[in-house]
Each structure stands twice: as C-alpha cells, then as structure tokens.
C-alpha cells in the first residue's frame, strides 16, 4: 500500500514537472514571437520614416525655390508655412532616426550601419548637414535667409543630401534584415531547445515512468499469477480436505460398526447393572462420535457444494413423532417438563427431503434441551399456507441459558460456540447450527433465533413443502379390536392413533395414566393398551405393572413404546409386564402382524425363534470384527447364516445352496458386493439382497438400487434396524 502511495507520487511529481517545462517552452515562443513581431513593426516604421525624409528634403528644396522666385504675397506666406510644416517633419524623423541608432548606455551605436552615414562624413557628416540644412530652411521660412543659405537648397547640393539620405533608409534596411536573421536564427534556436526539452522530458522524465509502469505491471502481474496459484492451491487443499473428510468419514464408520456391534452384543451377554450401564455409556459414546462424523461429513458436502435434496412423499406425522419423541425422553430424564402442540390441519402426506427435515428439527431439539438446565421445552408445530406453498413451522422455545445479542448472530457460522462456557459445559462441535441453516437455504425455507441471555431461546424454522406425488390410501380393512394409546407427547398419540386406525382398529387415546385408570374403572375395555415408558407422574412400567396387577386375566395386553432402546431392553426378559415392545419410529408392518393375533386364542405369535425352520442368510463381509458382529446379532434373533468373504466366494455359495437373503457389503476385494449382486440378477437369482456398507452417500443408495438390492443399510448398523430390515424382506418374498 506504502509502496504503491509513494509510487503514485512519483508519477504525478513527474508529469506535472513535464507539464511546467511544456508550458514555460510554450510561454517562452509566444513571447518570442510578439517580441520578433513588434520588432519587424518597429524596423518597418523606421524605415518608413526614413524614406519619408527623402521626399520631406525635397519638398523642402521646392518650397525655398519658390520662395527664393516669389509669384504673388499670398503665396509666398503659404509657401513658408508649407515650408515650416516640412521642416517640423523632417526635424521629427531626423530625431526618430538618431534616437532609433541609440542602443542601451551609449548614446548611439557605433556598430549600427547608419551610424558612419550619419556621423563620420566628409567634409561634414551628415548629421551636421540635416541640421544645416533645416536652420537654413527655417531662416527661408522666417524671410531671413543668410547669403550662403541659398547655395545650400542648389541642385547639387540637395542631389547629394538626397543621396546620402537614400543610403541611410538602405542602412536602416539593411539592419532590419540582419535583426531578421537574427531572429529566424533565435526561432530557429527556440525550436531547437524546445525539442531539447521535450527529447530531454522523454529521456528523464517519461521514460522512466514508462519503465516503472511497466515494471509495476509486471510485479502486479507476477502477483496475479502467484495470487491464481494461490487460489489453486487453496482450491486443491479444499478439495482434498474434503475428500479427506469425506474418506474419513467413511473409513471411521466400519471399525465403529464394529464397537456398536460388539457393545450390543455385550449388552445382550451381559445384564448386571453395572456392567449394562458401562456398556449404555459406551453405546451413548459412540453414537456422539457418529453424530460428529456425520456433521463432519455434512459439512464436507457443503464445502464441495454438493447439497442435494432427495424430496419424496413421506409421513409427515411420523416424521414429527419419530423427532419429538426420545428429545421429550432426554428433557424427561433431565428433569425438564417438555410439551408439544401441534395445529389439527397437519397433513399425513407431503413431499419434500425428510431425512433433512428430520435433522435440522433434532439439531433445534437437542440444542433446546442440551442448554436448558431447568425449566421447559415447548414445541409448537402449524402448517400454514403462505405465498401460494404449504409450510411447515416449527417453533422450538425452551428456557435454557439463552444467547446473548452480540452472538446470536454468529451461531449459525460453522464451528462457533457461544462461549467458553458453553464449550466446557456443554458438548458439540459447533457444526449443527451452520448445517441446518445451509439446509434450510436449500430447501427454500428460513431458520432464525430470538434469545434473552439466562432467560432462554426461541428457534424459528420455516420449510416449504409440497403435496404428495403418488396416492397414499391405505386400505382400511375393519378389524375387531379394541386400542388404547397412553402417551403424554400430543405427536405420538397422533401418530400411533393414526397408525392404529389405518390397521383398521377401532383407537382412544389417552395423556395421561391417570386418563387410562379412569376409563378402565368406568368400564372401558381394550384388546391392547399401546404404552409410552416415559410419562409425567405414572410412568409407562408403573401403569403396566398397575394394569397386570389390578386386572388380572382380564387385563388388556400391554405394548411398550418408547423412544429409548436401553429402556425397552431393560424389560426384554419380563414377559409377564409388556407382550410387545416398539422402539420409536413404531414398525408398521411388525405392528400390524402382532395387532392380528389379537382376536387369536393363542395370544403368543410366532417368533423368529419358534419358526419352524430358521431362515437362512448369506453374509458376505470381508472385514472379521464386523462379519462377526452381524452373524452374533442374526443368530441371536433366530437365524442361521453363514459367512463367506467376497462376491466371488458368495455366486458360489449360492450355487450350491439356497438362502432368504443376502447380506452384502460393498467394497471387498476379489468381487465387490456391486458385481456380484449384478451377476445374481443376471443368471436369474431373485434372493433379496441388502447392502451393508459404509459407504453413506446418496450415489452410493442409488447405486446398490441401481444393480438390484432392495435396501442399503450404512455402517454402522443398529441391531433392531438390521432386524427389522432382514424380517420385513424374507416376509416379503
Ligand atoms: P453445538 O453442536 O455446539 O450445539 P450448534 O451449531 O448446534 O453446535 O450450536 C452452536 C451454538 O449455539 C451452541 O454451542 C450454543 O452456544 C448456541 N446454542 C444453540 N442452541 C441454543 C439454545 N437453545 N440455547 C442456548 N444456546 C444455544
């Protein structure tokens, strides 16, 4: 910057230092040239006036001739005023003459070529004779000319003043042109040091301003291509870096399907109260690193500029109740009261990318309840229409330890965390916030916060959505039976209650356990109670527990929802408490299987255990810890499976026999899990088959679609989920 000031001084220093000399040289000419003009006047004056003086002598002579041979009175007196007229004349120019020979101090200059004429003469200069001549003519004027006053005005006399008057006006001529030369000469000289000037200004002014432009524009031009570099680089490093994130991301996700599954398979070892909660912690651990991995990868796909949405119908109540419900555990857990309402004309079915809707609501909910200390969670939910497009608003108020003014701003930049404190206190990488928003940007929607600083935070999200593309009708088919569902969180009850009707089921909700009691004591009977663990005063285990006790054989069956799965596995042995348990979001299909055998005497339906033969599955896992945690969780669920460790390895275990389903992973050596299902498809094996894999993309989805896998699961996997996944499709087939 300095350098570039001093710079831009030096130039203008410089061309205003060429402008001055430009104008003196100009100034200089114009002078000149009035100064050569006034003197070509002056030098044509002169000589003027001394040819006069030729005519004035001889007017002179003519008037004393005709004084000297006088005609008449009157004419003799206008002759002699005549006379004087010419002699006053003759006397000025002669004194215009002398005085123009004068030149400085000295009084004439000798060096003019008049000058000789004038003075130096022989017998008397003719100075001397001018003079003589005009007192003469003056003593002719007067009447009282002197004797030899008439030899003066002879002929021969005047022919020789004549002549010698000529000489002067040559001399005088003769000088003008000399003082010509001079000046063309001096012209002549002035041009020449103009172009001096201007040579001089190229050479030592110009040109070096010439050669530091356009040293400067090379040095700012170096300093382009080095800040191009630059940029590259820096672009190259970007790229990489999130090549880099992305390729961690993903590499971290197999060691740690193999921690998940080793924890859970330790879970089920092992039910001492100590060891289950060293493994919970474990388990809560894990899935925190997972969550950082994933926002780390999310924000790898910022930083390439690669969000893109995957709209497709889905169920926006289920979506809500599946967000809701374990955050309302956790603010339970925490002490918190935690309440949603939730506007009547929320619709069951609309389009838009559920999976990102889905996170940015987690984020506000985890945020909401992670920095609320005591109070509330409140969770408003409307759906309005705006602008001519439905929009989903979600309101997330809390009374935690709010932001102040000065940071609210700021926390939806990545990596910003409001303070120290929070930082100690609290967990998170400062990521969440700064996904949603580019999220929401993205889908055309608004995320913003309002906060009071120890008074809490209110998060505002607005997403569009749309209607449905393809027809969601769901064949109501009556069933006998009565429901009832007991759950505190408005969501859940809309939900399950929505799910429960749509089977066909004839449905009454409940808040509350109190609620549930008091119908039953009014003679209300249900076929089945549906029941949230975690509930303000009576909770899910106190109520079943109340349920079995009070009524005995006439007792309702009781299912267990809850959000937690420690929760739902603390009462897995207890068979007399809870006939079913559901991990939210509630399978549909398992559901609507159990909710049949209700009206069946024997109430126990089967179980993958109690199959009559085990349903066989291939798995196909090159990488041992995991291999051996898939086949522990499959075999405990009731399956058999056998393990081979490529795609080449599984064509031909599934030549010589036969199997349910197909269990692959991806990227293996020998064959991956691509070609292999693709060459299972192309010799006409229709076994289903389900990627295992670590890699999270959506490419990655459509690519296992693409070679005709019926579902990807992402390492790393959880047990109910892999469960789940593996009963639904041997149903199916
Ligand atoms: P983090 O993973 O650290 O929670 P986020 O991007 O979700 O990252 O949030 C950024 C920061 O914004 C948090 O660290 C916290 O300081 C502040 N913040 C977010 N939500 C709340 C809230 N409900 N109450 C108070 N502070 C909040």
């Known amino acids: 910057m300095q350098h570039l000031q001093s710079v831009t001084h030096r130039l203008r220093f410089r061309y205003l230092l060429a402008l001055g000399m430009i104008a003196l040289v100009i100034g200089i000419s114009v002078l000149a040239s009035h100064y050569v003009t006034y003197l070509q006047a002056s030098d044509a004056k002169t000589i003027n006036i001394a040819g006069m003086q030729r005519m004035l002598s001889q007017k002179i002579a003519l008037n004393v001739h005709r004084l000297q041979a006088p005609q008449q009175p009157t004419s003799v007196a206008s002759t002699a005023d005549a ?18 020979l004068s030149s400085g101090e000295a009084r004439y200059d000798s060096q003019h070529p008049a000058y000789p004429l004038y003075f130096v003469g022989d017998p008397d200069p003719l100075e001397q004779r001018v003079r003589d001549y005009i007192s003469a003519a003056r003593r002719w004027a007067s009447g009282d000319p002197l004797p030899q006053d008439r030899g003066m005005f002879m002929p021969r006399h005047t022919e020789k003043l004549l002549g010698d008057l000529d000489s002067v006006v040559s001399a005088f001529e003769h000088q003008a042109q000399l003082r010509v030369k001079l000046l063309s000469w001096g012209q002549w000289a002035l041009l020449l040091v103009a172009l001096m000037v201007l040579s001089g200004q190229y050479l030592y002014l110009f040109r070096p301003i010439e050669r530091q432009i356009s040293d400067n524009l090379a040095s700012l031009d170096k300093q382009r ?18 090549q880099f994130l992305a390729t961690m991301s993903h590499e971290l996700r197999t060691p740690l399907n193999g921690i998940f599954g080793m924890v859970e398979l330790a879970q089920l070892e092992s039910r001492t109260g100590t060891r289950q909660r060293y493994l919970n912690q474990a388990l809560k651990s894990g899935r925190e690193l997972l969550h950082l991995i994933e926002e780390i990868l999310d924000i790898a796909h910022i930083e390439s500029g690669k969000l893109v949405l995957k709209n497709n119908d889905f169920n926006l109540p289920s979506l809500l109740d599946e967000c809701l419900a374990p955050h309302s555990v956790e603010a339970h857990k925490k002490g918190l009261q935690f309440t949603s309402q939730q506007s009547d004309n929320v619709p069951e079915w609309v389009y838009g990318d559920p999976i990102r809707i889905k996170q940015v609501l987690n984020n506000l909910l985890s945020n909401a309840v992670k920095f609320t200390p005591q109070g509330s969670v409140d969770v408003d939910i409307q759906y309005r229409t705006d602008e001519g497009r439905d929009w989903l608003h979600i309101e997330v108020t809390d009374t935690g330890i709010g932001i102040d003014k000065a940071n609210l701003t700021r926390i939806f930049e990545r990596f910003t965390q409001v303070d120290e404190r929070s930082q100690r206190n609290y ?124 009524y005995h054989g006439q007792c309702p069956l009781r299912i267990l929802v809850s959000a937690s799965d420690t929760a739902l596995s603390a009462y897995a042995e207890d068979e007399t408490l809870f006939w079913r348990r559901y991990l939210k979001p509630v399978d549909t299909a398992q559901l609507e299987q159990d909710l049949r055998l209700l009206r069946r005497e024997d109430k126990e339906p089967a179980t993958a255990k109690t199959r009559s033969s085990e349903p066989r599955i291939l798995l196909v896992e090159d990488n041992d810890i995991n291999a051996e945690v898939v086949l522990n969780m499959l075999q405990v669920a009731g399956f058999f499976c056998q393990r081979v460790d490529n795609g080449e390895e599984a064509l031909s275990a599934l030549e010589k026999a036969s199997f349910d389903l197909v269990l692959m992973d991806i990227n293996m050596p020998v ?6 299902c693709k060459a299972m498809r192309g010799r006409g094996d229709t076994t289903p088959v389900v990627a295992l894999t670590a890699n999270a993309y959506d490419e990655d989805i459509e690519r296992s679609r693409s070679v005709g896998m019926q579902a990807h699961l992402v390492k790393p996997v959880n047990r109910e989920h892999l469960i789940k996944t593996v009963n639904r499709l041997i149903e199916r087939s």
């Open 427 to 550: 967990q998170g990488a400062g990521l969440g916030l700064a996904i949603c928003k580019e999220w929401v940007d993205v889908m055309g929607g608004k995320l913003s916060a309002t906060s009071i600083a120890g008074k809490g935070s209110r998060f505002t999200c607005q997403i569009p959505l749309g209607s449905p593309k393809a027809e969601h009708l769901e064949g109501i088919i009556a069933r006998e039976g009565r429901i009832a569902i007991v759950d505190d969180l408005d969501s859940s009850r809309r939900y399950l209650g929505l799910i429960v009707e749509q089977l066909g089921f004839q449905c009454e909700c409940f808040g509350s356990a109190k609620a549930l009691l008091g119908a039953l004591a009014s003679g209300s009977r249900f076929d089945a109670v549906l029941i949230d663990q975690h509930m303000p005063d009576v909770d899910g285990i106190s109520l079943a527990e109340r349920l079995r006790d009070q």
């Open 671 to 676: 064959m991956d899990g691509l070609q292999a």
């Open 83 to 100: 006379l004087r007229l010419a002699i006053n004349r003759f006397e000025q120019n002669h004194q215009f003459l002398l005085a123009s």
């Open 225 to 242: 291509q080095e800040a191009l570099e630059l940029e590259q680089q820096a672009n190259q490093a970007s790229i990489a870096k999130s």
